[in-house]
Every structure is written in structure tokens, then in C-alpha cells.
């Protein structure tokens, strides 16, 4: 049986609907959404919890922004603390869903027994998106690498920008004389997880750790906390380089085009889906958990291969059968054509393939209440 949510989490949870009433409002999203509400016939209410990758997070807001249009009077909450962050929570009880760049491990799969009844939680592809290797470097807009010379950067033995493995493969480009400084994520990132994943499996030479949610100890340069402070970092730091969701970066940084076969491709919501395309379902996994393993040595024509699937992951059951309504909906509109369609505004995020999309429903769809 699932454990009950543990007291403290219930406190906070009535302690931000107690801030949201005392700030004078039923309808934290603004005008819009008290005139949905006066015109809404749905009758959908509650309070659904999340917590989890922050690379979601600009998605998170376009969703929770039209979700609340659609069922006004449901309080969604989501706080982005990072993919290991949000699987923690879930798996104590405490958040009713994360959301992760990663998918569960085993050992995970089996403490999500002991919360969400036998059939444990279920992997959800909710959000899909390149991962930037950005740098700041002015004047330079994009550089061409492969993975080898990423790996190297990262490991600083490539600990200068005119180093004869980046001038090699950008030809004409005038490459200062300046320190390379690497910023990895402090927090254990599901970001990070799919970063390395990407070195060690095609450049393995040249990376031989294994992938991991947390940057390997004994590595130089700099770290900081989730997404936004990568960037942060790069942005104030001449010479930085990071690894960070495409979502958050903007003009003012250059970004690396991947040697894909024998083509440089450079970062592309489109790209990423031709990625994921290769993609194959995990093996011996449950008829309705839809983790992926991503091909990164795919030589496919235009292909993005570092590239995150960042899912959504929720119990196969509750025992509150509120809760459940909660979960459903929701989840049916993250993957619907709507929900999917407001991610890309807000985060320059790929759909989800139709196929998969339709697999995500079917799976949102077998969440039931507990007995």
C-alpha cells in the first residue's frame, strides 16, 4: 500500500494555498484566468503537486498557464529543483508528480512500489528538447565540434580556444587566445545525465565515465545551480562554456553544431525529433512506462543527437480518486496537440511524434485509484 503524504508536505502544501488567499486571489494566473472561471463549465478542482527538471520549467509555465484557463478553479503547483530533486520527492510521497530528464532506474522503480501500489510509477515523454553547447565568446556566433573535442573541453584538456582541435574544424574563424572555462551543473540534473551519456557514447575514449545525473568529481572549471545558472555563468564569464537546455538560451551566447556521420548539424527543435525517432522503448519495462533509449552515434541526415526526452512521471495509482482526476487531465493535456503546441512557443521545445504521443495517452489513461 502507498504510504500517506507525510505531514510536512501537507503543510506546505496549505501554506501556499493560505499565501495564494492572502494575497487577495482565487485566480493566480490573472484576469485571464477569473474570466475563464466565470464562463467555465468545468468542474474539475484541487491542488495537483509536481516538482522536478528545470528544463521543463519555461514549458511548465505555458502549461500550468493554460491548463488553469481550462479548469480554473484546480491550483497547479510545479517547482523546479531539478530532475534528482523531483524523483526524490515523488518517491517520498511528497509531490503527486516530477518531472525528470531522466527516466527511473530499477532501483528507483522498486521504492515506486512502496508509494504508488504495485504497478509503480510510469516514465511519461512530456517534453522534448536540444541540449545547447553554449559559449561566450564574442563575435563568434557557432562553432563546428564533434564529440571527442566536447569530451576533451570538458575534461580540460582542451583548456584553450585556439587549441588545434577546435581550430581543425573551423577553418577561417579566427579563434582567440583565451582560457576555456567549463560550467557543469552543481545539482544532480537529469540535463547532465543526458549530456554525459551523449560523450560516453560517442566519443567513449575520450569519456570514459558513465553517464550520471551528477558531474564527475576531480573535473576543473566552474558549476552552479540548475539551467538558469549555468547560463548565468557563461553569460558573465568571457570564455565560458556550458551544456544547458536549448530553452534558455538566447542571442547574446554561440552554440556548437554536432559532426553528425560526416555533416555538422547545428541545434534545432527539428533536428531533435529526427532523433528521437530513432529512438527504442527501454526493455522489460511495464506496458505502460515509456522510457526511451536515444541513439547518440546515429548518423541519420539532419539528426541532433544530444538530445532530452524530459518526461513526467506519476504513479500508476492513487488513492484518492480526485487525485487521479487531477493527474489524467492534466497529463492528457501536456501530450495533447494543444499542450504540446504551447511548449514549443514558450521553450522552442519539439512535439512529441504522433506515434508516441498517442502511446503517452494510452498510458496516462491506465492510471487508476488503489484499492
Known sequence: MPKPRPARTLALVAAAALALSACGSDYPLGDAQREAAENSTSTLSGILSGSGSSAQGPAMDAWIAGFGILHPKVQLQYSPDGSGAGRSALLAGAVDFAGSDAYLQEEEMDRAREVCGPGGALDIPAYISPIAVAFNLPGIDSLNMDAATIAGIFRGDIDSWNDPAIAAQNPGIALPDLPVTPVSRADDSGTTENFTEYLHEAAPDAWQDSPSGTWPGGLGGENAQGNAG????????????????????????????????????????????????????????????IALHLDRTTTVPGAYPLVLVSYQIYCSGYEDPNTVDLVKTFGLYVVSDEGQAASEDAAKSA??????????RESIESISTLP
Open 351 to 360: 512535439p512529441i511524434p504522433a506515434t508516441l504521443a498517442q502511446q503517452a
Open 230 to 289: 549555468v547560463v548565468s555563468t557563461v553569460t558573465r564569464t568571457e570564455g565560458a562554456v556550458t551544456y544547458a537546455d536549448d530553452s534558455v538560451i538566447d542571442d547574446s551566447m554561440g552554440t556548437v553544431n554536432l559532426l553528425v556521420g560526416e555533416e555538422y548539424v547545428p541545434i534545432s527543435a527539428d533536428g531533435a525529433s529526427i532523433a528521437v525517432a530513432q529512438a527504442s522503448r527501454v526493455p522489460d519495462r511495464g506496458p505502460h512506462d
